[in-house]
């Protein structure tokens, strides 16, 4: 616990690290929103055997011990299972991450025109620095609804044929007078065009702007029922010169999300039934029809139920309680660039391997879920016995500030529940960095718990 991974380390299993971490570079590189994370984890499941939770229902079908099911909520949260042997009474081991990420999200009225220059109006999305989203190349995506039912998917400035799009920032020539807020929220506009429309009578650029949204399908009025969201562009990549680290967006908390979506394919027939569990609107307090706090998980364990075995509500509160969670999402990494918010004795450290919080929250533990040492003491057990690489970690120092997770709501069923994840250094900002032997580590363990809870 606690010490450097490389120590124990293999070259062969430094490849297995390695090899590993190119699919997961793949998966954020092709999710980088909720939705795009449903799509990519739908193909995943789907190509291992995952059935539609909601084509079992209408077939009137039933599930058995081994059956591997997933159920959706709106295109943005999702729970995958493989139903165990043991009664549903036995408790659920349940991996959970999410899958939104800080970001800037268009306005509902977002386009605009200023200076001769076509603008686009955003509100920021999750807690960001705000100035790492200026000067800095921006892609699109999201949906578009339109009025008739039909949905356009839009993905624009990944591609190389795309042009980005970015928020401009002002010289340092002429920012002298120093601000304490450096850019705020309204300042983040985007820039998405200067050509104008000379048939147009007024906005002219955007106007031209306009004709080529129409070529897609896209009428002004349509941003009203859109979900766009603006993240940036481009691939994530190998890190360091010994390519040992990961450089992506969204890694917050999808660094999670992907090593436990790989660890259930592996479960066959497990003892207890075995859930993976992505929600959204983490960043923002998991509220909201397809956050944490929805009713999506606890309808979707009761039809899990009533489909295997006889339902009653009983039986529902039993098996959450008894249920074992890993809450899995990121911590922050100590960062020897900016030591002053960390202690060095108590903190998380790139490449010692899966990071466990047994409390978030901050100034006197508030608000956090406080985990058992009886469950702890399971864990290590099991950590142990797997030789899994791990360590202790508290985010930053006692009155540093703090952070949450999913977990305090889960905790709401009686059970137990720690959370257990991937250091990451630069949290938040546009490209964070993660080590591949922490986020291997993290799959060992996300594996080992579910075979073994
Ligand atoms: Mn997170
Ligand atoms: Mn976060």
Redesign the pocket.
């Known amino acids: 616990m606690n010490k450097s991974v490389y120590e124990n380390y293999s070259d062969e299993k430094l490849k297995q690290a390695f090899d590993f971490c190119e699919g997961y570079k793949k998966f954020i590189t092709d999710a980088k929103t909720e939705r795009e994370a449903i799509i990519e984890t739908i193909k995943i499941a789907e190509n291992n055997g995952f059935v539609n939770l909601a084509t079992i229902i209408a077939n009137n079908k039933k599930l058995k011990p081994g059956d591997r099911i997933y159920a959706i909520n709106m295109d943005k949260a999702m729970i995958m299972a493989v139903i165990g042997d043991a009664p549903f009474t036995a408790g659920l081991n349940i991996i959970g991450s999410?899958i939104d990420s800080p970001r800037l999200d268009l306005k509902a009225t977002p386009l605009y025109e200023d200076s001769e220059l076509c603008m686009l109006d955003t509100h920021y999305y999750g807690g960001i620095k705000k100035y790492q989203w200026t000067a800095t190349p921006l892609a699109l995506h999201g949906v578009v609804c339109k009025k008739d039912g039909t949905k356009v998917r839009l993905s624009y400035g990944e591609n190389e044929e795309d042009a980005v799009i970015g928020i401009s920032d002002l010289l340092p020539h002429l920012e002298r007078e120093k601000r304490t807020d450096v850019v705020t929220g309204e300042e983040l506009n985007l820039l998405i065009g200067s050509i104008p429309d000379k048939d147009a009578k007024k906005d002219k650029v955007k106007a031209n702007i306009l004709n080529i949204l129409k070529e897609k399908g896209i009428e002004e009025e349509d941003f009203f029922s859109a979900e766009i969201e603006v993240v940036p562009a481009g691939k994530a990549r190998d890190f360091g010169l010994d390519k040992s680290m990961v450089m992506g967006y969204g890694q917050?908390?999808k660094v999670c999300a992907y090593p436990s979506i790989m660890a259930l394919l592996n479960a066959n027939t497990p003892h207890k039934t075995c859930v993976c569990l992505l929600v959204d609107k983490?960043?923002i307090g998991s509220v909201g029809a397809t956050g944490m706090e929805s009713m999506f998980f606890e309808n979707t364990i009761a039809d899990i139920i009533s489909l295997t075995e006889n339902y009653s509500d009983l039986t529902l509160r039993h098996c959450l309680s008894n249920s074992k969670m890993l809450s899995s999402?990121?911590t922050a990494a100590y960062d020897p660039n900016r030591p002053t918010p960390f202690n060095k004795n108590t903190d998380a450290f790139l490449g010692r391997g899966i990071a466990f919080c047994k409390y978030t929250g901050s100034r006197g533990k508030s608000g956090a879920s406080d985990a058992n040492p009886e469950y702890i003491a399971v864990l290590r057990k099991l950590l142990d016995d797997n030789n899994i690489n791990y360590q202790a970690t508290e985010m930053g120092k006692v009155e540093a500030g703090g952070?949450g997770?999913i977990a305090y709501i889960m905790a709401k069923y009686d059970m137990d529940v720690i959370d257990a994840g991937v250091p990451v250094l630069s949290m938040h900002a546009p490209w964070e960095i993660t080590a591949k032997v922490d986020i291997y580590e993290t799959y060992l363990c996300y594996d080992a718990f579910y075979k073994n809870i």
Do not use: I, S
């Open positions: 999410h917050d908390d983490e960043e999402d990121v952070g997770t």
